[in-house]
């Protein structure tokens, strides 16, 4: 049975910086397709990372692209997405989820179509 625990969140100022963690069990991380996606409160779930699971390399939502790295520590079983430059529009709750997609359109990125995921964190981005 997979289990996704994340932590991390919290409070911090625009510009700031956060690093989230997603504890996994039940799967092995080589080459599986998790992500994150986040959910602000009246708004669609948006896909923010993931990994393909053609060569195991991090996908970003142009949203969060050049702010956001997403990694992996395959003896801790743990994913981590360290967040940098954070907006306000950052703000929302963060999931760590399987089973992501990747949608590549004319170098646009896509990210959704999750299937399991955690309890989420929430991370808040406010002066």
Same mark, same amino acid.
């Given at each position: 049975?997979?289990?996704?625990?994340?932590?991390?969140?919290?409070?911090?100022?625009? #510009?700031?910086?956060?690093?989230?963690?997603?504890?996994? $069990?039940?799967?092995?991380?080589?080459?599986?397709? !998790? #992500?994150?996606?986040?959910?602000?409160?009246?708004?669609?779930?948006?896909?923010?990372?993931?990994? $393909?699971?053609?060569?195991?390399?991090?996908?970003?939502?142009? $949203?969060?692209?050049?702010?956001?790295?997403?990694?992996?520590?395959?003896?801790? $079983?743990?994913?981590?997405?360290?967040?940098?430059?954070?907006?306000?529009? *950052?703000?929302?709750?963060?999931?760590?989820?399987? *089973?992501?997609? !990747?949608?590549?359109?004319?170098?646009?990125?896509?990210?959704? *179509?999750?299937?399991?995921?955690?309890?989420?964190?929430?991370?808040?981005?406010?002066?």
């Amino acid at each position: 049975q997979v289990q996704l625990v994340e932590s991390g969140g919290g409070l911090v100022q625009p #510009g700031g910086s956060l690093r989230l963690s997603c504890a996994a $069990s039940g799967l092995s991380l080589d080459y599986y397709p !998790i #992500g994150w996606f986040r959910q602000a409160p009246g708004k669609e779930r948006e896909g923010v990372s993931c990994f $393909s699971t053609t060569d195991g390399s991090p996908y970003y939502a142009d $949203s969060v692209k050049g702010r956001f790295t997403m990694s992996r520590d395959y003896a801790k $079983s743990t994913v981590y997405l360290q967040m940098n430059s954070l907006k306000p529009e *950052d703000t929302a709750v963060y999931y760590c989820a399987t *089973d992501c997609k !990747i949608y590549v359109v004319e170098y646009n990125v896509t990210i959704a *179509d999750f299937g399991s995921w955690g309890q989420g964190t929430q991370v808040t981005v406010s002066s």
